[in-house]
């Protein structure tokens, strides 16, 4: 008898309880309005805890989760290195100008930073790297992994170019040297790992320093993690052009990896290569997808391969579409972004390829999406697409983005870059000027 009215009790229990959550609208919080117990206030709604865990012990503490802390926000930059490591967004280095701004070149930053819901930007604790740019970094093992790069010490002084590997990992994250030699020096590469055996993958780059032309690089390297060395693996089938600013990633715990793009000697390339890790082979597929384009976003989530952006031949350069690639269907256009110069009905004047020359070009806007860029930073966490930074039409951008890969809508997430919009017709010099 006590058995069956407990179990009527814990019944009536859940039936309220789910009652009561279809019935009630999310209640508004922050800026002095407080949360009913066992919920929290996050991006402005009091909501039940989602995937992130530090929400709670925030809520608890009187922290306003929807107006977490920027006073430390890192500059905007581009092709810079990071991910997600222990419930952070890590980043690393990058080019905090754009080279060819006014005829004044670009350096290397060498400042770290952490996101962490709640909490906002802090600065990273500890070593880190020496300053670089254009290192190839990819996620794998509860790390990051950063290859490369390339360094300029002042505006206008000499390129230094890197071929050491490195790993973000542990709680907290620390950065640390896992090899300095057997892998040519570059920049511009792509980076994936690989669970069994435990490896990281490298493709390409370029190896020019200084004013030289472009050096593009077309071998694949192997850094085996149980060996602790690296490997140029003998290879079979058609194989890819040398390039940089190309994409790659890891499918399938590594066994298959799938490269997109790049900018080769012959121009941009618009090419989708499969490498298999086990018969060493590569494929190319003959597939349709995005634009010959470099310097695109690329990363995978549960076997879906997302791209965002970049920079192609376009008149208006720099892109904000997103696409996603699979094994079965082949690449599928998500978001458009925007529409291009030739867009007249509810577009706005932007500058095209060099705001330091006036032109009158019409641009119709993606609202939804990210400002156009190229060299961004993204990384994909817990059903999430995570976007920071790069190269935009204005300047370095220090936006933070997050795709949510089941509704793909864009939420901003960090403080809005205040370079975008741009200076408009006749602001000469004041804006920044996009690189070819």
């Not at 005829?103 to 300053?131: E, F, I, M, N, Y």
């Not at 720099?318 to 978001?335: K, P």
């Not at 705001?355 to 860029?373: F, M």
């Not at 190229?374 to 951008?397: K, Y």
Request: aromatic share 10%; proline share 7%.
């Amino acid at each position: 008898m006590y058995m069956r009215t407990l179990m009527r009790s814990l019944a009536a229990m859940i039936v309220g309880l789910l009652t009561m959550s279809c019935n009630e609208q999310p209640r508004a919080c922050g800026l002095g309005k407080t949360c009913p117990p066992q919920t929290h206030c996050i991006d402005g709604l009091c909501q039940n805890l989602p995937w992130w865990s530090d929400v709670a012990e925030d809520d608890a503490l009187g922290v306003d989760c929807s107006m977490p802390d920027n006073t430390t926000s890192p500059a905007g930059r581009s092709a810079l290195g990071g991910g997600w490591v222990n419930e952070g967004f890590e980043i690393f280095g990058g080019n905090p100008e754009l080279g060819g701004v006014c005829d004044k070149p670009g350096s290397s930053s060498w400042t770290a930073h952490r996101w962490r819901p709640c909490k906002g930007w802090q600065a990273h604790a500890g070593p880190v790297p020496l300053p670089r740019e254009s290192a190839a970094s990819t996620g794998g093992f509860d790390s990051v992994w950063m290859f490369g790069g390339r360094r300029r010490d002042k505006a206008g002084g000499p390129w230094s170019l890197y071929g050491d590997l490195w790993r973000l990992s542990g709680s907290p994250a620390r950065w640390t040297l896992t090899s300095t030699a057997d892998a040519p020096l570059r920049h511009g590469a792509a980076i994936a790992a690989q669970v069994e055996p435990p490896s990281v993958w490298v493709f390409g780059g370029d190896a020019a320093i200084n004013d030289q032309p472009s050096i593009y690089l077309q071998d694949i390297r192997r850094y085996r993690l149980d060996q602790n060395q690296w490997e140029l693996p003998p290879t079979t089938g058609s194989f890819p052009s040398a390039r940089s600013g190309h994409g790659l990633v890891a499918l399938q715990s590594g066994k298959t990896l799938i490269m997109f793009g790049g900018k080769a000697a012959n121009g941009l390339t618009a090419d989708t290569w499969q490498f298999d890790t086990k018969k060493m082979s590569w494929k190319r597929l003959d597939l349709s997808g995005p634009s010959a384009r470099h310097g695109f976003s690329m990363a995978q989530s549960q076997g879906t391969v997302w791209l965002f952006g970049g920079r192609d031949d376009s008149e208006q350069k720099l892109r904000n579409d997103l696409w996603r690639f699979t094994s079965t269907a082949g690449w599928e256009r998500i978001r458009v972004g925007d529409l291009g110069a030739q867009a007249t009905v509810g577009g706005v004047l932007e500058p095209q390829s060099n705001p330091c020359i006036p032109t009158d070009k019409w641009v119709q806007i993606d609202a939804d999406s990210p400002a156009r860029r190229s060299h961004a930073l993204i990384s994909a966490h817990a059903e999430g697409l995570w976007l920071f930074g790069g190269r935009g039409s204005c300047g370095p951008l220090a936006d933070l983005w997050r795709l949510d890969l089941s509704s793909f809508i864009w939420e901003l997430r960090g403080p809005a870059d205040q370079s975008y919009p741009c200076p408009r017709r006749a602001s000469l010099c004041q804006a920044w000027c996009t690189p070819p």
